[in-house]
């Protein structure tokens, strides 16, 4: 059994696809490493049929109709046979050394305790940026031991479990038979959301490991495209909705963490929906409000009536300025462009 298996989706991705690939083989017979082809029509699938052919022992070329990222990561799980599952995106890539302390920390976790989560630092590599923002957990997460919910201290704002920063246990992952939606973008907060109920045992690798390319004007997270695909947004906001039930978490700290994050992409939803300036996108978003209440009434007077949402929910003219700044924080907060 391999110790991790790495997913790389890849849809039109020969521009940077190697980047990513050659970041990850230090790894060497440790890993496997997955690239699912989602039905690209540029060489992706040439490239990864020439890495596998390189390194049958390390790599598979894995190739699927064109069903969407969350789709080629579902692929991804299926065909896992590490302890471990990360996901990788084509044009990202891994610090090489933070690599190797990853890894090393992975053999020790399985001798002695096999952990369900292990989390890590990531970067945002963002094009044309001056300084680079570093998501760290130090501040929250325990270091060098095993620990659990309770061990943690709260989040503060701004600092989220995304998916650069995660490793799941693959077995995981299938136990509580993850499956993401086809043909939708932002499904990235349904693969950390969805699993986090069942994670028990939790550690902490205090390193600079993923490294998050922003800044691309076809990046699914740039403004102007998340604005015209809000509908696939929306949809994983509902998604986490139905999936929260929070009522039943027993551990506070556990069911306060996914409360923030289901607030934050909330507010993403609704700033954007207020950005977007159009009257069908207004009356969306208050679409959503009654669709979440009509779900989980308790969970609606707790979104509803937290900080950010009583700005982004201001009326007139005045609290769409107002929200337009909430706006500005929440891009800070997430790092979407």
């Known amino acids: 059994m391999k110790l991790l298996s790495v997913v790389i989706p890849c849809y039109n991705s020969q521009d940077y696809m190697k980047y990513c690939i050659e970041s990850l083989l230090p790894g060497g017979e440790d890993v496997e490493l997955l690239i699912v082809n ?25 190739h699927q109709k064109n069903d969407g990222h969350g789709e080629a990561v579902n692929t991804g799980i299926q065909n896992a046979t590490g302890r471990y599952f990360k996901v990788v995106d084509s044009d990202d ?8 302390k990853v890894l090393e920390m992975l053999k020790r976790l399985i001798v002695d305790n096999l952990v369900d989560l292990i989390v890590s630092n990531f970067v945002y590599e963002k094009e044309g940026a001056k300084y680079k923002k570093i998501m760290k957990y130090d501040n929250v997460l325990p270091q060098n031991m095993v620990f659990s919910w309770d061990d943690i201290k709260h989040f503060r704002k701004g600092q989220y ?4 920063s995660v490793i799941y246990r693959t077995q995981l992952l299938l136990d509580c038979e993850l499956k993401l939606p086809k043909h939708t973008l932002y499904v990235d907060n349904l693969y950390v959301f969805t699993p986090l109920k069942y994670v028990n045992k939790v550690y902490y690798v205090n390193v600079d490991f993923y490294r998050y390319f922003i800044g691309r004007e076809d990046r699914s997270v740039h403004e102007k495209i998340m604005i015209k695909r809000i509908d696939q947004q929306i949809k994983v906001n509902k998604l986490m909705i139905e999936q929260a039930n929070l009522e039943l978490i027993k551990n506070s700290n556990l069911s306060q963490y996914m409360l923030r994050h289901l607030e934050i992409v909330t507010v993403v939803s609704a700033i954007l ?15 959503l409000w009654r669709y979440i209440k009509k779900k989980d009434n308790e969970l609606y007077h707790n979104l509803k009536f937290g900080i950010m949402e009583s700005l982004i929910n201001l009326p007139g ?21």
């Not at 890539?93 to 190797?100: F, K, L, N």
């Not at 300036?277 to 679409?287: A, F, P, S, W, Y």
């Open 38 to 62: 989602d039905g690209s029509v540029d060489r992706s699938a040439e490239i990864a049929d020439g890495y596998a052919k390189r390194y049958p022992t390390i790599i598979k070329s894995i």
């Open 93 to 100: 890539w891994v610090d090489i050394r933070a690599y190797m």
């Open 161 to 164: 479990i995304l998916m650069h």
């Open 273 to 287: 929906l207020i950005r977007s300036g159009t009257v069908e996108n207004l009356k969306k978003k208050r679409e």
């Open 317 to 337: 003219p005045a609290g769409r300025k107002i929200s337009l700044e909430a706006y500005k924080l929440s891009q800070k907060l997430v790092g979407f462009n």
